[in-house]
C-alpha cells in the first residue's frame, strides 16, 4: 500500500493559519488523497478529500502538489477546537479498507 | 445528527467472556468497518464488510469475528474475551471504493477486559 509521511507533531497559535504537511511519493495516479482528524475521545472525523486539484471545503483547504507527491492540509485560522491528531491517509481507487499511520498531534496556543 | 452510533461507550467485561460490540449507521452505506485504536499503535483495522452477510478479514482478525445481518448494522465478537484485548473500539462506514467520499467513524467504545 502507498504510505503517507507526517510530522509528529506541530503547533500553532490561535486565529493564524496552519499548514500540516504529508508526503506520499509511492501515490498512484487513482488514488485519492484524504485527511481526517481526531478530536481527544472521539473517533476520526473525515475533513476533506482530493485527486489532482486544490479543494476546498467549510472545514479546510487542501492543496495538492503538481506532480501529487505531496499535500498540504490548510486550516485558515486555527481555534483551540482545532487541537487534533490529523491523519493523511491515502484512498486506494478500488480498495474499501482505509490505512492509518500515526498523524501529526497539533497543539493551538492560546 | 449522529450517523454512526456505537452502542456503548464505555463497557467492563471479564476475561472469558463473549462480548458483543454493536454499530448501526443510517446512511446507506455499503462498507462497514471495524478498527481498534491503541496508543503508539493508532488505528488498526480488524474487519470489514462490503455487505450484507460478507465479511473480509482486516489486519488483525485474530480472536474476533463479525456478523452483518442487516445493511445498517455491523457487529463485533469477541469470542472469549482476553486482557489484551482491552482497547478503544471504533466502528465506521462509508460508500463503495469507487466513490472517493470519506469513511464515518463512530465515538468508539472502550473496552476494558479484567
Known amino acids: 500500500d502507498a504510505k503517507t509521511t507526517q510530522p509528529n507533531s506541530m503547533e500553532s497559535n490561535e486565529e493564524e493559519p496552519v499548514h500540516l504537511p504529508c508526503n506520499h511519493s509511492?501515490?498512484?495516479?487513482?488514488?485519492?488523497i484524504h485527511w481526517y482528524r481526531q478530536l481527544p475521545s472521539q473517533g476520526p472525523e473525515y475533513v476533506i478529500h482530493?485527486?489532482?486539484s486544490n479543494v476546498n471545503n467549510r472545514m479546510a483547504s487542501l492543496a495538492i502538489a503538481e506532480d501529487r507527491k505531496s499535500s498540504t492540509l490548510i486550516l485558515h485560522r486555527a481555534t483551540l477546537r482545532d487541537a487534533a491528531v490529523y491523519y493523511c491517509?491515502?484512498?486506494?481507487?478500488?480498495?474499501?479498507?482505509?490505512?492509518f499511520g500515526t498523524g501529526t498531534r497539533l497543539t493551538i496556543i492560546p | 445528527d449522529v450517523k454512526v452510533t456505537q452502542s456503548s461507550r464505555y463497557l467492563v467485561k471479564r476475561t472469558g467472556e463473549k462480548v458483543f460490540l454493536e454499530c448501526v449507521q443510517d446512511?446507506?452505506?455499503?462498507?462497514m468497518f471495524w478498527y481498534r485504536q491503541d496508543p503508539g499503535l493508532g488505528l488498526r483495522l480488524i474487519y470489514f464488510?462490503?455487505?450484507?452477510?460478507?465479511?473480509e478479514k482486516g489486519d488483525i482478525p485474530e480472536g474476533y469475528s463479525v456478523s452483518r445481518e442487516k445493511k445498517e448494522r455491523f457487529s463485533l465478537i469477541l469470542e472469549s474475551a482476553s486482557t489484551n484485548q482491552t482497547s478503544m473500539y471504533l466502528c465506521a462506514s462509508s460508500l463503495p471504493p469507487h466513490l472517493p467520499e470519506g469513511y464515518t467513524f463512530g465515538s468508539g467504545t472502550r473496552l476494558t477486559v479484567v
Open positions: 464488510s462490503y455487505d450484507v452477510k460478507m465479511k
Open positions: 446512511m446507506d452505506h455499503e462498507n
Open positions: 509511492t501515490i498512484s495516479g487513482t488514488d485519492y
Open positions: 482530493g485527486l489532482t
Open positions: 491517509i491515502l484512498r486506494i481507487f478500488g480498495n474499501e479498507k482505509l490505512t
